[in-house]
């Protein structure tokens, strides 16, 4: 029998549709070539949710991607929908599916392609190739906030005014189970888990700290590493071939992919997954938002929708072959010389002799092409 997932496909704004769209031209084009079937129904969700239905995640999309094997996601936002009250802007459409989908765990791979040397920012870059996996349901972001209107005065007797507040809290059962994610990972990789925190400071960080080495007993075959965030963003750009797993929390996780993705060459290139329990659906979208600056200009880098294609049929549904092939491809065309303007904006003029400049529907159909 023919095996059948049922994905659902949510395209977004701004760039979204276009490589989300290559992306789904990718999964069918790889399904065919390894006899599975991909029923995929396309949902609305982010700023055109809201003009359609004046919420950026409806009720339907959130029940189908419940319902569904995995969700592929373009990206959300932009200026036009930017003077929205915060609780109804797109981007509330994936927090809404983070926690709807009770995915906790969010894997960001980043890899320097041999043939992307020059477009790194960096000179010396080395073999890049780490996992950073970052807790995604818990900590500051969704802790207790607000403001208030304090009477109190600093130092110097100037009023406060206006405070805010925003609370970072985890509990044990959240940090464990994503350190028991990183440890795993590791296992499989290079055997290397670094714990990132702000345990100098942060009392969530000394949990973390002290879960971390309670599991560790575990998992002897990986070795752990502690490193706060500050020095962490230090280390990435100095010595970023020295990583394998980066495990950490939520904001930080943020932070820090950011930094990873930017020195591996463009945001364009990486794709992320987000998993909760086992036998759950996951979520795979690239790294990168809507990028409402180059939207309808068939301009944007697919590669990171497409990897992130690649993430679900390997890390969720088991198609290890056809994810395979996908990275593979990727690799070929690259190596062909074919760049997006995001990749192809680097490097002298000698390095450019073997460059084809692309646009999106030219960079999807040759790494199809190059499917095997
Ligand atoms: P962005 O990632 O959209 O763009 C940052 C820069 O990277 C821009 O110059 C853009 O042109 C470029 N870029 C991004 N993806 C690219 C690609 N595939 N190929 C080539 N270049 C690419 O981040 P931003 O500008 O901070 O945000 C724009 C909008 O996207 C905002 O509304 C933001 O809230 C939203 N956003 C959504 C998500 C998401 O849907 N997961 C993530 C981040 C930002």
């Known amino acids: 029998m023919t095996r059948s997932y049922n994905i659902v496909s949510i395209p977004g704004d701004g760039i979204g549709p276009e490589t989300n769209g290559a992306a789904v031209r990718v999964l069918e084009a790889v ?24 919420v950026p995640l409806p009720g339907e999309t959130l029940q189908a991607a419940q319902d569904s094997d995995a ?28 926690q709807g989908m009770h995915l906790y765990a969010n894997l960001r791979p980043a890899t320097l392609y041999k043939e992307l040397g020059d477009v790194s920012p960096l000179k010396n870059p080395g073999k890049i190739d780490l996992l950073i996996v970052r807790e995604l349901t818990g900590g500051i972001y969704f802790g207790k906030q607000g403001s208030y209107k304090s009477s109190e005065k600093l130092f110097d007797g100037t009023r406060k005014g206006i405070v805010a507040f925003d609370t970072e809290s985890y509990s044990e059962a959240e940090i464990t189970r994503i350190l028991r994610r990183g440890f795993e990972f590791a296992r499989i990789r290079n055997k290397k888990l670094t714990l990132v925190d702000k345990a100098n400071v942060l009392n969530t960080s000394r949990l973390w700290r002290q879960l971390a080495k309670e599991i560790a007993g575990e998992y002897s075959d990986v070795e752990l590493e502690f490193l706060y965030v500050d020095n962490c963003s230090m280390q990435l750009v100095a010595r970023p071939a020295t990583f394998d797993v980066i495990v ?10 950011d930094l990873a993705g930017q020195i591996t060459g463009s945001v364009g290139l990486l794709p992320s997954a987000s998993m909760g329990n086992p036998g759950m659906p996951g979520l795979f979208e690239p790294i990168h938002g809507s990028a409402p600056d180059i939207a309808g200009q068939n301009k944007a880098n697919p590669i990171a929708s497409i990897l992130s294609v690649g993430l679900m049929l390997k890390l969720h549904l088991g198609e290890n072959d056809a994810a395979d092939s996908i990275s593979e491809a990727v690799r070929k065309t690259l190596e062909q010389g074919a ?5 192809a904006i680097h490097g ?25």
Do not use: H
């Open 31 to 54: 399904a065919q070539k390894y006899g599975f079937e991909p029923r995929i129904t396309e949902y609305k969700a982010g700023g055109c949710a809201i003009d359609a239905f004046g």
């Open 71 to 98: 969700v592929l996601l373009g990206a959300v936002g932009g200026p036009r929908w930017d003077m929205i009250e915060a609780e109804r802007r797109p981007e509330q459409a994936i927090l809404g599916l983070r």
């Open 248 to 257: 950490t929390s939520n904001m930080f996780g943020d932070i820090l992919s």
């Open 339 to 343: 760049r997006t303007p995001d990749i």
């Open 348 to 372: 002298d003029e000698e390095d450019k002799r073997d460059i084809t400049l692309v646009n999106t529907t030219e960079m999807t159909d040759k790494i199809i092409a190059n499917l095997e």
